[in-house]
């Protein structure tokens, strides 16, 4: 089915928004990293107590000054308003640098333990940091250049001993590891765009829901008041009929006694009778307004360019899948461009609800309801047939332009819906009419164009 909108406009994410978001999280994360190493670093001592209890003073005093170091930086970042940056490349560069000179400098046996305990370190700093992967491989070729500055200053054995102790396998783990940012960098600020996308989207949405809610609420209470005209005026024309009944009888009483009376005394005031009724019934007319623009005076419009055969064929389907209506037949050529009409989408929806309320209302049972569209003389015709079964659609779609409604054949397919679809038709420049034919009932919507 045609859509109402046509093609979606895309969501714009401004760059502005979209950064500063991306620094939201790239700042969330290297917090967690900043806190984790504070709180969680010294407890490495216990390590140091374990495998190197000779010089383990002074492994955790030296890393109680890296967590002090990294405290600072932290801190005065936070009181200069800026992101964490600087202390989050603080904590890789003291963490790579104190490794570098740990694992030179514990025994030949316990070297592996501590390239293990760094090399976890690394990866775990990878898992979690959100920042451009180029900075993990950085700060690895740094290491590189660290490990190999301590190799040569405190460590003795060979290369390849020094490699197969726990060198190769910290080496090997963190270069891996840079890895992990390449994939997570992309991800994160994919869904953040996604993210923002969605938020944008749900605002809009919302924002269409409270006008949708506002102008239903317009709607419904131009819609009551219209049916409430509709109902006094029913309520007004069932009063005017019984006294124009009440006139026409005594009118006819008067005229008859004339016929039987020779009396011109008699004659005369039958003749004054007459006379008072028919002044009666002209008082009576002055009660009828000239026209019924009052009615609708209280409906605003929004006017724009609608596509009449996509909003009915999206009434239809709501009709069908929302209240379990029988399936309306369309017998339009679907490769024909239809032009577009002035109109009030809103009210032009409402119009159309209330059509087909009013065609599975009075049509009988098994009727086929079949829609229509027509282009004559500048004008756009919409035609609703509810047909009986076996009568062929084609045959009757054209009887509405000659047929003549009658009075008993209006009351057989008529609500009050369709007096106020009329009365919108009418405020839109357009015209609703209906037409009882020989076998079935017709309803036609007409807009210029």
Same mark, same amino acid.
């Given at each position: 089915?045609?859509?109402?909108?046509?093609?979606?406009? =895309?969501?714009?994410?401004?760059?502005? !928004?979209?950064?500063?978001?991306?620094?939201?999280?790239?700042?969330?994360?290297?917090?967690?990293?900043?806190?984790?190493?504070?709180?969680?670093?010294?407890?490495?001592?216990?390590?140091?107590?374990?495998?190197?209890?000779?010089?383990?003073?002074?492994?955790?005093?030296?890393?109680?000054?890296? &967590?002090?170091?990294?405290?600072? &930086?932290?801190?005065?970042?936070?009181?200069?308003?800026?992101?964490?940056?600087?202390?989050?490349?603080?904590?890789?560069?003291?963490?790579?640098?104190?490794?570098?000179?740990? +694992?030179?400098?514990?025994?030949?046996? %316990?070297?592996?333990?501590?390239?293990?305990? @760094?090399?976890?370190?690394?990866?775990?700093?990878?898992?979690?940091?959100?920042?451009?992967?180029?900075?993990?491989?950085?700060?690895?070729?740094?290491?590189?250049?660290?490990?190999?500055?301590?190799?040569?200053? @405190?460590?003795?054995?060979?290369?390849?001993?020094? *490699?197969?102790?726990?060198?190769?396998?910290? *080496? %090997?783990?963190?270069?891996?590891?840079?890895?992990?940012?390449? =994939?997570?960098?992309?991800?994160?600020?994919?869904?953040?765009?996604?993210?923002?996308?969605?938020?944008?989207?749900?605002?809009?949405?919302?924002?269409?829901?409270?006008?949708?809610?506002?102008?239903?609420?317009?709607?419904?209470?131009?819609?009551?008041?219209?049916?409430?005209?509709?109902?006094?005026?029913?309520?007004?024309?069932?009063?005017?009929?019984?006294?124009?009944?009440?006139?026409?009888?005594?009118?006819?009483?008067?005229?008859?006694?004339?016929?039987?009376?020779?009396?011109?005394?008699?004659?005369?005031?039958?003749?004054?009778?007459?006379?008072?009724?028919?002044?009666?019934?002209?008082?009576? =007319?002055?009660?009828?307004?000239?026209?019924?623009?009052?009615?609708?005076?209280?409906? &605003?419009?929004?006017?724009?360019? !609608?596509?009449?055969? =996509?909003?009915?064929?999206?009434?239809?389907?709501?009709?069908?899948?929302?209240?379990?209506?029988?399936?309306?037949?369309?017998? %339009?050529?679907?490769?024909?461009?239809?032009?577009?009409?002035?109109?009030?989408? $809103?009210?032009?929806?409402?119009?159309?609800?209330?059509?087909?309320?009013?065609?599975?209302?009075?049509?009988?049972?098994?009727?086929?309801?079949?829609?229509?569209?027509?282009?004559?003389?500048?004008?756009?015709?919409?035609?609703?047939?509810?047909?009986?079964?076996?009568?062929?659609?084609?045959?009757?779609?054209?009887?509405?332009?000659?047929?003549?409604?009658?009075?008993?054949?209006?009351?057989?397919?008529?609500?009050?819906?369709?007096?106020?679809?009329?009365?919108?038709?009418?405020?839109?420049?357009?015209? $609703?009419?209906?037409?009882? +034919?020989?076998?079935?009932?017709?309803?036609?919507?007409?807009?210029?164009?």
């Amino acid at each position: 089915m045609p859509t109402r909108t046509g093609t979606p406009a =895309a969501i714009y994410v401004s760059d502005a !928004v979209y950064e500063k978001q991306l620094t939201k999280k790239s700042t969330y994360y290297a917090n967690i990293i900043i806190w984790t190493v504070i709180f969680l670093y010294p407890l490495l001592g216990i390590l140091d107590y374990i495998y190197a209890y000779p010089i383990y003073q002074t492994l955790f005093l030296t890393k109680i000054i890296i &967590v002090m170091l990294i405290y600072a &930086v932290y801190d005065i970042s936070v009181r200069l308003g800026k992101p964490p940056y600087s202390a989050l490349h603080t904590t890789c560069l003291l963490v790579s640098l104190n490794a570098s000179i740990v +694992c030179n400098i514990v025994p030949f046996d %316990i070297a592996p333990i501590f390239f293990m305990v @760094f090399a976890s370190l690394s990866m775990l700093f990878n898992l979690a940091v959100f920042w451009h992967p180029a900075n993990s491989f950085g700060h690895f070729f740094l290491t590189l250049i660290f490990l190999a500055v301590g190799y040569h200053l @405190f460590n003795a054995v060979s290369v390849e001993t020094y *490699i197969t102790q726990g060198a190769g396998l910290f *080496i %090997i783990t963190f270069f891996f590891s840079c890895f992990i940012p390449v =994939a997570r960098y992309s991800i994160i600020r994919k869904n953040t765009l996604n993210d923002l996308r969605v938020k944008n989207t749900t605002a809009k949405l919302n924002l269409l829901h409270e006008e949708l809610v506002d102008k239903n609420e317009q709607v419904e209470i131009s819609n009551s008041r219209l049916t409430n005209l509709v109902m006094q005026q029913d309520s007004f024309m069932a009063f005017v009929r019984k006294d124009i009944l009440s006139f026409i009888g005594s009118i006819n009483l008067s005229a008859n006694a004339m016929r039987d009376f020779t009396n011109e005394h008699q004659n005369l005031r039958h003749i004054e009778t007459i006379n008072e009724n028919i002044l009666r019934l002209e008082q009576l =007319a002055e009660l009828f307004p000239d026209d019924h623009s009052d009615l609708s005076s209280d409906i &605003v419009l929004s006017l724009k360019k !609608v596509d009449l055969l =996509a909003s009915t064929q999206a009434v239809a389907s709501c009709m069908v899948d929302g209240f379990g209506y029988p399936d309306i037949n369309f017998s %339009i050529d679907p490769q024909k461009k239809w032009p577009m009409v002035q109109l009030d989408q $809103l009210y032009t929806d409402q119009i159309l609800f209330n059509l087909f309320a009013n065609c599975f209302k009075f049509r009988h049972k098994n009727d086929l309801i079949d829609c229509r569209m027509k282009e004559i003389n500048s004008k756009l015709y919409l035609i609703i047939n509810c047909i009986p079964p076996g009568m062929e659609a084609d045959r009757v779609v054209n009887e509405w332009e000659s047929a003549v409604p009658t009075a008993q054949s209006l009351q057989q397919g008529l609500g009050p819906g369709f007096y106020v679809a009329r009365l919108l038709a009418e405020k839109m420049g357009g015209e $609703l009419v209906y037409h009882k +034919c020989q076998a079935h009932i017709c309803y036609v919507l007409s807009f210029n164009l």
